[in-house]
C-alpha cells in the first residue's frame, strides 16, 4: 500500500506562482510514476502534469511553459511549481502514484494506482 499526500496548496493573486509538494511512502518510490491532476467544482479530473521514473516529463497544454513537475527520489517527494497562475487554474489539485508500466503518457486518471486526498488552490483575479 502507497500513501500519498498532498501540501502547499492556497490562495494566491493571478500572476503569482505556488508549489505543490507531494510524499509517498514506499522503499520503491523511485520506481513509480507520479502525476498532477487537477478537478474544478462540477468538471471531471483533468491532468496537469506526469514524471516518469526516468525524469521523463509531460504536461498538459493549459500549462505547458507555467507550471514544472519534479521530483526527489531521496525525499520521496514530487513537486509542481506552478507560476503565472489564472483565475482558471483555480481547482483542487491531487497527485497520484503508479505502480505499473505503460508506455503511454500517464495523462488517465485509471494509469494510478494510489491517490492522495488533494489540496485546494484557488486564484483570485
Known amino acids: 500500500q502507497v500513501q500519498v499526500v498532498e501540501s502547499g496548496g492556497g490562495l494566491v493573486q493571478a500572476g503569482g506562482s505556488l508549489r505543490l509538494s507531494c510524499a509517498a511512502s514506499?522503499?520503491?518510490?523511485?520506481?513509480?510514476?507520479m502525476g498532477w491532476f487537477r478537478q474544478a467544482p462540477g468538471k471531471e479530473r483533468d491532468f496537469v502534469a506526469r514524471i516518469r521514473r526516468s525524469g521523463g516529463t509531460y504536461y498538459a497544454d493549459s500549462v505547458k511553459g507555467r507550471f514544472t513537475i519534479s521530483r526527489d527520489n531521496a525525499k520521496n517527494t514530487v513537486y509542481l511549481q506552478m507560476n503565472s497562475l489564472k483565475p482558471e487554474d483555480t481547482a483542487v489539485y491531487y497527485c497520484?502514484?503508479?505502480?505499473?508500466?505503460?508506455?503511454?503518457?500517464?495523462?488517465?486518471?485509471?494509469?494510478?494506482?494510489?491517490w492522495g486526498q488533494g489540496t485546494q488552490v484557488t486564484v483570485s483575479s
Open positions: 497520484a502514484a503508479s505502480t505499473k508500466y505503460y508506455s503511454s503518457n500517464y495523462a488517465r486518471p485509471t494509469e494510478y494506482d494510489y
Open positions: 514506499g522503499r520503491t518510490f523511485s520506481t513509480y510514476a
